[in-house]
């Protein structure tokens, strides 16, 4: 289930927490971004490739490439028995911004975003069949968990636009990993 807690960036233990998915695109749109519930309902072997996953989806993507000028989209899929797992986590796990929005649209599995535009983090947990676009320039990080399971279509508008941009702010360190959170907040 989709998740939407929110936490004083100085009290990570404090949270409020959102659990209707329009609530929590509501509560989103107030800070810029983008939630939204799609049907995740194509049925892909466990195993699809990134090909197979965007020809499966290829009409929402078309669109949303018509609707913001996206280039190109790919696939993100990484499960427990990765061999870079770690290394992908790891990757992310730090504050940072782009200069470009990013779209995600989990086909499989979840994974934790946080969203630090002011004073709070905002914490989401995306799961199956949802959609986030984070705005350029707002400080976030991202969490897939020590056992990642997720298949993700990223959409660009550039190459250049999502590369990190780190904030040096030690922040991520003091709030709760995906593991903590689906423990905390189940």
């Known amino acids: 289930m989709s998740l939407l807690t929110i936490h004083p960036e100085e009290r990570p233990e404090e949270a409020e927490c959102i659990r ?80 470009d929005f990013e779209v995600r649209f989990f086909v499989d599995g979840q994974g934790l975003f946080y969203l630090h535009p002011d004073e709070r983090v905002f914490v989401v947990r995306c799961e199956r069949g949802d959609l986030i676009s984070v705005p350029a320039q707002v400080r976030h990080w991202f969490d ?29 360190s003091r709030f709760p990993t995906l593991d903590d959170h689906r423990t905390r907040y189940a």
């Open 20 to 99: 209707e998915p329009d609530a929590i695109a509501e509560t989103l749109a107030a800070i810029g971004v983008t939630f939204e519930r799609w049907t995740a309902d194509r049925d892909l072997p466990a195993d699809a490739d990134q090909a197979t996953i965007l020809e499966a989806y290829r009409g929402p993507v078309e669109r949303l490439k018509a609707a913001h000028g996206f280039q190109s989209a790919d696939v993100i899929s990484v499960g427990s028995d990765h061999p870079q797992k770690s290394e992908l986590r790891a990757k992310f796990l730090n504050e940072h911004t782009h200069s």
């Open 144 to 172: 897939m968990g020590e056992s990642p399971h997720l298949k993700c279509i990223r959409l660009f508008t550039s190459p250049e636009g999502w590369v990190a941009e780190f904030t040096g702010d030690p922040i991520a």
